[in-house]
């Protein structure tokens, strides 16, 4: 009986010693990096591989269940792409063309900044975030890589969101449409700036809302080009967000918001692009 | 030996259900919800160990967690501890061939999981649509959950009867 009444008593001390542990883990992880970084070299040698080796595993199998798709298939799906690739040869040699002709008037114009050229590493999406609430995931490259807290990540066309941790080998990116993600962006075709904000009860409708895009006279429309700004501190400009799909005045007659429709499949996300330059970067220089 | 086992083996489990929940059950999400397996491993070991035993389990599955995908270190480390702790007293009403309580007790931890997510990462960012978040994320993954719970806690309990069993085996060559 009274070795019972101590082992509850110390189980009782523990569960305070451990809170109170907590507790200064979260006062320390909120004021300095010091707590994270050994954390996550921990996590870099223990969770990190494991995730990577289901993943492999993952695409292994993803690779063998398309190689049975019949040779008919693969056949009809060759000469519609070869037709693809004649249109596309025409097109290119028209826009090479017209590239020229763009460089030249550049020169002319003394632009030095073209964002299309921003240098770009590929990394794999290793894990997704693991609980209902947000939309943050794991990629297999980090410090060692030349990743940087900041970067913005891409996948095909798209931004698709920002990196806020990395450890050696691996970092965590925050997809745009996480519920505390927030983005400086404008309309492509009028240059008015809004704010993009990510909501976790539009997440599953494949949507993100806008807001706070000024009532002038300009007229927007439907599938019109969302873009990050120039005003943005983290997200470097240019990158294409999403098309503008629902639009309407607010209530104040100031502002107006709506939805976009982003240029990302966030719920298939296998590969992604880092841009790795940040924007603090090229405000420096 | 005989005193390692079981930590690692314990560990071990919380690893595999991390790795399983943040890989392989993102794909079989339905309706973009994951079960939450880590509260079956953390509240499972709550009632079937005991309060410390429970406690610990849920400080090392919330720290993973934490590390990987928390903004704060520490915040999912405290809540899962105090489940696991929780759980921990209704070990004397535990009985191994009974599925009722442990689908009642893993269900109730993932409810006020879901709800002190909701309380202090959203409200306090001023987001009150609490039914909104109740009907389309907590409800549906405690739902999930509990069908999840019925294949993954019998194989814990599985995992548990042999280790203990081992240790009564070995303890009692002592004796």
């Given amino acids: 009986m009274r070795k019972n009444n101590q082992t509850t008593f110390s189980s009782k001390y523990w569960l305070l010693i451990l809170a109170i542990v907590c507790v200064i883990l979260m006062g320390l992880s909120f004021v300095t990096d010091g707590v994270n970084g050994p954390l996550r070299a921990i996590a870099n040698y223990t969770i990190v591989p494991m995730q990577k080796g289901i993943n492999t595993i993952g695409m ?4 063998l269940t398309q190689n049975f798709e019949t040779l008919q298939e693969v056949r009809a799906e060759n000469k519609e792409l070869q037709e693809k690739v004649d249109e596309l040869t025409v097109q290119n040699n028209l826009l090479q063309q017209e590239k020229y002709e763009l460089e030249r008037l550049r020169e002319l114009y003394a632009l030095d900044q073209t964002y299309s050229d921003y240098k770009k590493v590929g990394a794999h999406v290793t894990a997704n975030d693991s609980g209902n609430w947000f939309s943050s995931f794991v990629i297999d490259k980090g410090k060692k ?8 990540v891409m996948a095909g066309a798209g931004l698709v ?9 691996w970092s965590r990116v925050r997809s745009i449409i996480d519920d505390t993600s ?4 404008m309309l492509l075709s009028t240059s008015d700036n809004c704010i993009i904000a990510g909501d976790l009860a539009l997440m599953q409708d494949g949507k993100i809302r806008f ?8 007229v927007i429309e439907v599938g019109e080009q969302v873009v990050t700004s120039h005003i943005s501190s983290k997200y470097l400009p240019g990158i294409l967000i999403g098309y503008v799909s629902e639009i309407e ?6 502002t107006r918001s709506g939805y976009i429709t982003p240029a990302v499949d966030f719920q298939h996300l296998q590969e992604v692009l880092v841009i790795t330059s940040t924007k603090a970067e090229m405000l420096a220089e | 030996m005989r005193k390692i086992k079981r930590p690692l083996v314990t560990v071990l489990i919380v690893i ?6 943040s890989t392989v059950f993102q794909s079989l999400s339905f309706a973009s919800i994951t079960p939450n397996l880590l509260i079956v491993v953390t509240a499972s070991f709550g009632f079937m160990r005991g309060k410390r035993e429970g406690m610990l389990v849920g400080f090392l599955s919330g720290l993973i967690i934490d590390v990987f995908f928390g903004d704060l270190i520490g915040f999912y480390a405290l809540i899962y501890m105090v489940l696991g702790y929780v759980n921990g007293f209704f070990k004397r009403i535990f009985y191994p061939d009974d599925i009722k309580l442990p689908l009642i007790l893993i269900s109730a931890s993932d409810f006020v999981l879901g709800n002190a997510v909701f309380v202090f990462l959203f409200m306090m960012r001023s987001k009150f649509d609490y039914w909104y978040y109740l009907g389309h994320i907590i409800i549906p993954e405690l739902i999930y959950t509990v069908l999840v719970t019925l294949v993954l806690y019998q194989i814990i309990l599985h995992i548990n009867q042999a280790l203990e069993a081992e240790e009564k085996r070995s303890a009692s060559k002592f004796v």
């Fill in chain 1, 145 to 152: 890589d030349g990743i940087a807290e900041d970067m913005n």
């Fill in chain 1, 249 to 254: 005045v607010d209530s104040n007659n100031l």
């Fill in chain 1, 60 to 63: 292994w199998m993803n690779d």
């Fill in chain 2, 16 to 21: 595999i259900c991390f790795l399983l929940e």
């Fill in chain 1, 211 to 218: 807001e706070q895009l000024p009532n002038n006279d300009t």
């Fill in chain 1, 182 to 185: 927030k983005v400086s962006a």
């Fill in chain 1, 161 to 169: 969101g920002i990196v806020t941790e990395v450890g050696p080998n």
